[in-house]
């Protein structure tokens, strides 16, 4: 009952991310307000010739949005804007790998969008090993922002994860994953579990991994869900989206 809008902040994106198709084509530039927000108006006006309208928007396509801050805070509020496309501020969310600055610029934004925080590894060896930009932005450092945002926002967080076959996906990890959390309050935060989408890099996790890895979570009270899949048949699922001459 949801037409979400995936949107892009970056012409490709300069964390090459080892399982990212869009980090191999390396960093182009920065998008500009209009050209984010025209993503958005792009399918609201497809969606009005059935009827229907955008109900949600995700910066969770090409980039990250918070190295592109000034651009996609402005676009969010003519996206919110009731003389612009009126989207709940609850609808529209901000994904970042932690760049912890960002988390400290939006927390003192007046406007109740959420954010979600991309993980994929419980300690910094692992993380720097898949997510080279943890080298910057190490867990702590974000982390330690996202405790500030909670404790002024009292917004719930999500924390993404990718499920990559034997590299993060170990019923031990996840067990290490709990200790990193337990920080936070368990109202204040959920785990997205993201199935790993082929690049030619890696494999994605079984499913019974998956069970594995989520029960160990679940038992200590955390709440979970699992990402539905869309987009793996044109190369547009999560970590597919790449340009194409």
Request: positive net charge; aromatic residues 8%.
């Amino acid at each position: 009952g949801r037409n979400t809008i995936c949107v892009s902040s970056e012409v490709g994106c300069p964390l090459a991310c080892s399982f990212c198709a869009t980090g191999k084509m390396g960093f182009k530039r920065n998008l500009e307000v209009l050209e984010i927000v025209e993503q958005v108006l792009f399918f609201a006006r497809y969606l009005k010739k059935l009827g229907e309208r955008v109900t949600n928007v995700v910066f969770m396509g090409m980039g990250e949005p918070f190295l592109n801050y000034d651009n996609v805070i402005a676009a969010v509020r003519i996206l919110n804007n009731k003389d612009g496309l009126n989207i709940g501020a609850r609808h529209i969310s901000i994904s970042t790998v932690g760049v912890a600055g960002g988390i400290q610029k939006l927390t003192k934004e007046p406007l109740q969008i959420n954010l979600a925080v991309s993980l994929h590894a419980p300690n910094d060896k692992l993380r720097s090993e898949i997510v080279p930009a943890n080298k910057a932005h190490s867990l702590e450092a974000f982390l330690s922002a996202v405790d500030d945002y909670l404790k002024e926002t009292k917004r719930k967080v999500m924390f993404q994860y990718i499920m990559i076959k034997g590299v993060n996906d170990s019923p031990d990890l996840a067990r290490e994953l709990v200790n990193l959390l337990r920080r936070f309050k368990k109202s204040l935060f959920m785990v997205n579990l993201i199935l790993y989408n082929p690049t030619g890099v890696f494999e994605p996790s079984e499913k019974e991994q998956i069970k594995k890895f989520r029960q160990v979570l679940e038992e200590q009270g955390i709440e979970v869900t699992e990402r539905y899949r869309f987009g793996r048949g044109i190369k547009a699922a999560c970590g597919q989206l790449t340009m194409r001459s």
